[in-house]
């Protein structure tokens, strides 16, 4: 990118960080960010390369979201801007979460074949569907080093045993019918990343 071009992403930050702080000013909060302004900012400090302040602005995010679990191509994002800052503790997680959410995204983004389970998928983010919607590619030569990791971690063990077991999981929450049964899977597969 030109310096031209990485100035007008920047002033597109400053400007989705004014808005949210002026509707924060307004409501008291930011409990009406209709838009989805506070999942912006992620890709664009990934356009241009400036992976610490995307840290910081994930940090912020964490403190003044804590319960918003984000979607799957900002989960992708995080992760992203996570291995980039070297925080290799935090970068297992993050990916895994963003498998949990969408199952199909990870592959896509390796170009692996999209291995559809006659599973429970409770929206529309849990679907293939939402590739039509992702931008970024293994051959980002950006994104080479994060693909090489991306795909020896998903080869890994402590991958596949979480993978497995949640794909096992949401497939037998496609079939049961609500009750005790049904809320037991549920806890199980909601708590499987709690001790990453």
């Keep these: 990118m030109t310096p031209k071009q990485i100035e007008r992403v920047r002033n597109k930050i400053a400007r989705i960080r004014k808005e949210l702080a002026a509707d924060k000013k307004y409501w008291g909060g930011y409990h009406h960010d209709g838009r989805g302004l506070r999942y912006l900012p992620p890709e664009l400090f990934i356009k241009i390369s400036d992976y610490k302040a995307g840290l910081r602005y994930l940090r912020w995010f964490d403190r003044t979201f804590s319960d918003d679990i984000g979607y799957p191509i900002f989960l992708f994002e995080w992760t992203i801007i996570l291995f980039k800052t070297g925080n290799m503790r935090k ?13 199909y995204l990870l592959d896509y983004f390796l170009e692996k074949e999209l291995l559809e389970f006659d599973k429970w998928e409770g ?20 994104l080479i080093d994060f693909t090489e990791w991306l795909d020896c971690f998903m080869k890994s063990e ?39």
């Design 123 to 142: 929206s529309n983010w849990d679907r293939t569907m939402l590739t039509e919607f992702f931008d970024y590619s293994k051959s980002d030569p950006e």
């Design 158 to 196: 402590k991958f596949n045993k979480i993978a497995n077991e949640f794909i096992e999981i949401e497939k037998r929450l496609k079939h049961e019918e609500p009750g005790p049964v049904r809320s037991r899977l549920v806890n199980r597969s909601s708590g499987l990343l709690d001790n990453i």
């Design 91 to 103: 970068v297992e997680k993050k990916a895994l979460q963003t498998f949990v959410s969408n199952t």
